[in-house]
């Protein structure tokens, strides 16, 4: 893809996930997916140069994937534990608070359908900073509430008090429609900008709950040309990113 091309919908949302780690300082980057990859390490090259990244086994590597030091598990353990790392995860669901579901679609004992399990996300979410990667919103994915809390959003880490929510922080959640935060009073998820070409009402059709929508909704940045360059001609010239994100 030509470097003069108008931005696609997948390098909005690449972009979208790279603002979720600005000014977070040296922190252990952990994206989970395609776009929240490419986003770290545009991240990374660009406005954020002092974030850490991984290969996700045993090294800290530089944006381009060459290593720069070791990184074994008993001390990535430690940075998750201080506040040190910002992930971004997946979801099966998530609720207006933010509470992640991974485990399974159902009744935990019958469940319809078994997804990764529990796995990290408790330990993610209430350790350090947590945002969130959705490639297809709709209202599946965003439930009124989760079948199963994996991941613990606001309201559940207040319940469980100060030990829970020294850390706990979810930035954005970032999906192919738009950008959601919940800078609200009760932490509920609030619509924070817009994909170009998307209207807010479709996100409110996408949404299984009512959704904060501010009177004046921005649109996502737009990417510079050097960053347009960078995703297209240095960190993903196979073009991953639009096979994750369709138009």
Not at 77 to 100: K, P, S
Not at 140 to 166: C, H, I, L, Q
Request: with cysteine.
């Amino acid at each position: 893809m030509s470097a003069a091309a108008p931005p696609t919908r997948a390098e909005y949302c690449v972009v979208a996930c790279a603002e979720t780690w600005r000014g977070d300082g040296e922190v252990l980057a952990s994206p989970m997916g395609t776009v929240p990859g490419i986003g770290a390490r545009l991240a990374a090259r660009t406005f954020s140069p002092d974030l850490l990244l991984t290969d996700g086994e045993a090294l800290l590597v530089r944006p381009d994937g060459t290593p720069e030091g070791w990184l074994p598990y008993r001390r990535h353990l430690a940075m998750v534990t201080g506040g040190r790392r910002h992930v971004m995860m997946g979801a099966g669901q998530l609720d207006r608070f933010g509470n992640q579901n991974i485990s399974c679609i159902g009744d935990w004992h019958r469940p319809a359908r078994q997804l990764l399990g529990v796995r990290g996300a408790p330990v993610n979410t209430v350790n350090n900073p947590t945002s969130y990667w959705v490639p297809k919103h709709s209202p599946r994915v965003f439930v009124e509430k989760v079948d199963m809390v994996s991941g613990v959003g606001y309201d559940n880490a207040a319940a469980a008090g100060p030990s829970a929510t020294r850390h706990h922080r979810i930035p954005r959640v970032v999906t192919n429609l738009c950008v959601l935060d919940f800078d609200t009073p009760d932490h509920s998820m609030r619509l924070a900008a817009l994909h170009p070409g998307v209207t807010a009402d479709q996100v409110r059709q996408a949404t299984g709950f009512a959704l904060t929508v501010p009177a004046d909704v921005p649109y996502t940045r737009d990417p510079s040309p050097e960053e347009l360059r960078l995703i297209r001609e240095v960190i993903d010239p196979d073009g991953l990113r639009e096979r994750e994100v369709r138009p």
